[in-house]
């Protein structure tokens, strides 16, 4: 699976919205970009994925770029429950054999009141 | 609350002892993952399940350590001889075999080997 880059920590006041980073340069075109978030003593919780158009749930939207080299996870009100560590992860489809998640470094995101 | 349990939550042991974890992942998925966690690294793939079959193990999974899923349902993982470097968060996941493949964990087992 390609390497994904984000950056280690950040930090957001509470009502605002929360943007959150990953570049992933050497994506393939059968590639797709998965979002979960690991919050204190809790298993990862899957949040969104998309392969290239924007997608947008109930927690959060996906913003990839043009090119498919980064990406940016939006939490558009974040609260104090949204304080957890945030992976970027790009795999093929599980169909197309991939179906291990390989999790990098993560984001730590802090929520301020 | 996703739906996969595990059991025990939290396991002590002392080094040199075997120990067993259980994962009841939800009913309809056939697919059944587990992960180790050090602090603070993300997780990383121990080995998965198909169904009853084990499809894939990682160089992680040394002869120390077995999963087994006999009715493709629940699963278990056996670390045997325990040592101190065993100490991790167990994580199991279960995903549908068709759909969108997501993967939903459970709340994982902490081991610590004294």
């Known amino acids: 699976d390609a390497k994904t880059t984000q950056p280690p920590s950040m930090d957001c006041a509470e009502g605002r919205a929360a943007n959150l980073p990953c570049n992933h340069s050497t994506i393939s075109g059968n590639e797709y970009v998965y979002w979960y978030r690991q919050i204190h003593s809790q298993g990862p919780q899957y949040i969104i994925h998309g392969l290239k158009n924007n997608e947008t749930n109930e927690m959060a939207s996906l913003i990839i770029t043009e090119d498919r080299k ?43 009141p | 609350d996703t739906g996969v349990s595990q059991d025990p939550r939290h396991k002590i042991t002392k080094r040199g002892q075997n120990v067993t974890f259980r994962c009841d992942p939800i009913s309809e998925h056939n697919r059944l993952y587990w992960y180790r966690q050090t602090l603070g690294q993300g997780p990383e793939f121990l080995t998965y399940f198909q169904n009853e079959a ?61």
């Open chain 1, 70 to 112: 980064s990406s940016t996870l939006i939490l558009p009100h974040a609260t104090l429950r949204d304080t957890a560590v945030y992976y970027c992860i790009v795999r093929v489809a599980a169909y197309q054999g991939a179906q291990k998640l390989v999790f990098g470094q993560g984001t730590r995101l802090t929520i301020n």
């Open chain 2, 54 to 114: 084990q499809l894939e193990k990682s160089r992680l999974l040394s002869d120390r350590f077995s999963a087994e899923r006999p009715k493709g349902s629940f699963s278990t993982l056996e670390i045997q001889r325990t040592e101190q470097g065993d100490s991790a968060m167990y994580l199991c996941a279960s995903s549908l075999a068709a759909g969108s493949y997501e993967q939903y964990f459970g709340p994982g087992t902490r081991l610590t080997v004294t």
